[in-house]
C-alpha cells in the first residue's frame, strides 16, 4: 500500500510502518521543516518517506473538481498537491483536513484521518451574503449586490458528484 502524508498527519505524531511506502510532496516537507517537527522530519524523509511531485494534469483535475465542489478557496497548494500525488500514484491520503476528503471522496481517491473521524459524504459549496442573503455560486470578495462580506455555506441538496 502506498500513503500520501499532508502536514496533519506529521503534525499528529502518526508513525509509519516498514511494511508501507510513504510519500509526501516537497511542499508538505517544506512546511513541516519550519514547524517544531523539523528535527524528526529530517530523519523520516531520511528513513523511509519518499519525496515527489505530482504532474501538471494531476494538479489541474484536483483544481477542476474543487471548483465544482467549491473547496478551491479552502485548499492550498499544498493541499491540491497532496490530493494530486494520490491520485497519480493510486495513494491512501493520510489527512483530518475535510476539504481535502471531500475532494478525495468526489474523486474515489482513498483516506484515512487520524485525529479526526473523517467525512461520510461529498459536500458541495455556495456563498450567501452576510447582509443582503442573496446567495452565489462563485466565491467574490464581496456581494455586487450590497458590497457585503460573503460566507461560505453548504448546499441544501447532498449531490454526488
Not at 495513494?91 to 476539504?99: A, F, K, R, T
Amino acid at each position: 500500500m502506498r500513503y500520501v502524508l499532508d502536514a496533519t498527519a506529521i503534525r499528529n505524531g502518526m508513525t509509519l510502518s516498514g511494511e508501507y511506502e510513504w510519500y509526501m510532496t516537497s511542499s508538505v516537507k517544506d512546511e513541516i521543516s519550519r514547524g517544531k517537527q523539523a528535527k524528526d522530519l529530517n530523519l523520516l524523509v531520511d528513513i523511509s518517506i519518499k519525496i515527489m511531485d505530482p504532474s501538471t494534469p494531476n494538479v489541474e483535475r484536483i483544481e477542476a473538481k474543487a471548483r465544482e465542489t467549491g473547496d478551491i478557496g479552502r485548499l492550498s497548494k499544498t493541499d491540491i498537491e497532496v490530493l494530486a500525488l494520490a491520485l497519480e500514484i493510486d495513494g491512501i491520503i493520510l489527512s483530518d483536513d475535510y476539504s481535502v476528503q471531500n475532494i478525495a471522496k468526489a474523486l474515489d481517491i482513498k483516506f484515512k484521518g487520524g485525529a479526526e473521524k473523517g467525512i461520510k459524504e461529498v459536500f458541495t459549496w455556495r456563498w450567501r451574503c452576510r447582509g443582503c442573503g442573496k446567495f452565489y455560486d462563485e466565491e467574490m470578495p464581496d456581494c455586487p449586490i450590497c458590497g457585503s462580506e460573503l460566507r461560505s455555506v453548504r448546499k441544501r441538496s447532498k449531490q454526488m458528484l
